[in-house]
Structure formats: C-alpha cells, structure tokens
C-alpha cells in the first residue's frame, strides 16, 4: 500500500538558518503530494502541493519539488522565522483515492531567536 | 465564511461511555473524512465517505462508527468498543477528483477520565 517517510525530528534552528525536511514515498502510479502545516492545538493547512512529476510547489517562501526518480518531496526554505515553529507533515494522494490522504509521521520545528 | 467546524474543542469522556464528535463544513464538498492524531505516528484515517449515505472504513476504525445523512455533516461516534480513545480527532474534507487537497477542521481533544 501507500506509505510515506519523514526525516526523523524533531528539528531545532536559530533564525535565519536553512531549513530541509526530507520526504520519500511509496505508491503506485502518480500520486499528488502534500506538505501541510500544523500549529500547536490547531488543525492542519495546506502548505503547498504538486500533482505530477518534477512540478514544484511553493508558498510562503516554503518550496518542494515532486522528484518521481527518486520518489522524494523534500520541504526547503532559505531563512526560517521564529513563527515558522510548528509541526511538518507530508502526505500523499494516490491515483486512486480521490482525496483519501496517507502521511508521514510528521517533523516537530522549533526555531529559536 | 466557508470551512470545517468541530465541536466540542475538548471532550471528557467515563469509561464505558459512548461520545459523538461532531463536523460540519460549508464548502459543498462531496468528500469527507475523519482521521486520529497520537503523538509520533502521524494521522490515522479512521472512515470516510466520498457520497451522501455511503461511507468506508479506514485503517483503524474498530470502535468507531459514522453516519453521513446530510452533505454537510459526517460526526464520529466513539464506542466503549474502542480501547484507547483518548487523542486528538480531526475531520477534514474535499472534492471527490484527483489531485485534490483536503482542508481540515480545528480538532476535537478527546480524554477517557
């Protein structure tokens, strides 16, 4: 079945660093991928997205880049804030699950002044 | 404005007791869904539907129970069936095609006291 795997956390930064989460996944076909984002006692919101291979999505200065030879979608941004601090979760949407999503276990942020 | 609401935010539960978490969104879409959130694993999907009076059983749904009567509604009844209920509930929806993003409610914490 589909599964995702996310680099292991938590992840703790100064501000201003460089920030990656890695992101690898299994499914058949062309699955769409995620990133979300979830802020502490809050639901979860779409960061960004890309539906077919080598589409890079991008928002709030947050980019990933759907890399089917390598079966990545590794989250970058060049200079973390401080209100970047949140958790991390990559999901999926196979090609034949219209809309039911898998995720990966999520990556504690913490970013420090 | 349109969205996902959860109700209640916090929820105490006895032991033996069954609870009805409740979802409602106004964003007229087809597909809904329920997911569980444990510290370090991620979400779990616990059912969803994709159509009015149908609905599936996700990967964990032992304990659960749901019903979808109205386009608008999906609420979670958690059993004493269920052995570990305490966590954080979330319940999320989104169109029925391919491609498509889920958007997700604020949660229900939900404690066995």
């Known amino acids: 079945g589909d599964s995702v795997t996310q680099m292991e956390g938590p992840v703790t930064l100064s501000e201003e660093a460089f920030l990656t989460i890695n992101c690898t996944y299994t499914?058949?076909?062309?699955?769409?991928l995620f990133w979300y984002v979830q802020y502490p006692g809050e639901g979860l919101q779409l960061l960004l997205k890309a539906t077919k291979a080598d589409d890079k999505g991008s928002n709030k200065g947050f980019e990933a880049t759907y890399r089917k030879e390598t079966t990545s979608f590794h989250l970058e941004k060049g200079s973390v804030q401080v209100s970047d601090s949140a958790v991390y979760f990559c999901a999926l949407s196979g090609s034949s699950s219209y809309g039911k999503l898998t995720f990966g276990q999520g990556t504690i942020l913490t970013v420090h002044p | 404005d349109g969205g996902i609401t959860q109700s209640p935010k916090y929820l105490f539960r006895k032991e033996g007791q069954n609870v009805t978490l409740s979802c409602e969104q106004n964003?007229?879409?087809?597909?809904m869904y329920w997911y569980r959130q444990d510290p370090g694993q991620g979400l779990r999907l616990i059912y969803y539907s994709q159509i009015v009076n149908d609905f599936q059983k996700g990967d964990i749904a032992e304990g659960y129970s749901v019903s979808r009567e109205k386009k608008e509604s999906f609420p979670l009844t958690v059993t004493s069936a269920q052995k570990n209920p305490t966590a954080f509930y979330l319940c999320a929806s989104s169109n029925r095609g391919l491609n498509t993003e889920a958007f997700f409610g604020q949660g229900t914490r939900l404690t066995v006291v």
């Open positions: 499914a058949t076909g062309y699955p769409s």
């Open positions: 964003l007229n879409h087809d597909a």
